[in-house]
């Protein structure tokens, strides 16, 4: 079992920039896939972008281009480097992982607000 916990959400202006990062309680090499997922206000839960135990990554396309996801083993840490924010990026955004596409790990959420 893994606890994941995000840190980083705010409220900013269009255009600008944020960080997202999700510490694991313990390491996650093993954990293959590490994902970001977003929920809009009255909407699902959807992919933001995910990264694999070697570095592959995979965008919405909403947010290619703007987003990038990385990863640092050694800190157990996951990031979501979001640029160019629009209000429709609006949202709560949620750390997972899993050793498949299947997440098997959730972090609580960090909310995200873009004003225009």
């Known amino acids: 079992q893994v606890q994941l916990v995000e840190s980083g959400g705010g409220l900013v202006q269009a255009g600008g920039s944020l960080r997202l990062s999700c510490a694991a309680s313990?390491?996650?090499?093993?954990?293959?896939?590490m994902s970001w997922y977003r929920q809009p206000p009255g909407k699902q839960r959807e992919l933001v972008a995910s990264?694999?135990?070697?570095?592959?990554?995979n965008y919405a396309g909403s947010v290619q281009g703007r987003f990038t996801i990385s990863r640092d083993n050694a800190k157990n840490t996951v990031y979501l480097q979001m640029s160019s924010l629009k209000p429709e990026d609006t949202a709560v955004y949620y750390c997972?992982?899993?050793?498949?596409?299947?997440?098997?790990?959730w972090g609580q959420g960090t909310q995200v607000t873009v004003s225009s």
């Open positions: 997972c992982g899993g050793k498949s596409v299947i997440p098997a790990y």
């Open positions: 990264i694999t135990s070697s570095g592959s990554t």
């Open positions: 313990r390491s996650i090499v093993s954990i293959n896939i």
